[in-house]
């Protein structure tokens, strides 16, 4: 069984900065593209940010110059930096992983529980 879990959210004022991370667990053989997404009250869940299986990233035009996503397959894990925070960027923040569990297995979706980032001042 697969557990995704975040880390890193919070309270933080305009202009801020936080690290969300998003560590993958269990029976794992390989990992491949890696998302964010977030969704706030009232909207609808997001793409934030993307990263293929060959590292190549992709973001959403509201984040684009102030996001970055990585990951350090090592540790199965996945990292947003978000940088010059804004109010707009309020939100419940998703990870999504595609993963493998065995070698004759495709890949398949797996998310995080969500982590509350909240841009205030």
């Known amino acids: 069984q697969v557990q995704l879990v975040e880390s890193g959210g919070g309270l933080v004022q305009p202009g801020g900065s936080l690290r969300l991370s998003c560590a993958a667990s269990?029976?794992?053989?390989?990992?491949?593209?890696m998302d964010w997404y977030r969704q706030a009250p009232g909207k609808q869940r997001e793409l934030v940010a993307a990263l293929s299986s060959g590292d190549s990233a992709n973001y959403a035009d509201s984040v684009k110059g102030r996001f970055t996503i990585s990951r350090d397959l090592a540790k199965n894990t996945g990292y947003l930096q978000m940088n010059s925070l804004k109010p707009e960027d309020t939100a419940v923040y998703y990870c999504n992983f595609a993963i493998s569990v065995a070698p004759s297995v495709g890949f398949a979706d797996y998310w995080g529980q969500g982590t509350q980032v909240t841009v205030s001042s």
């Open positions: 269990g029976s794992i053989f390989a990992i491949g593209a």
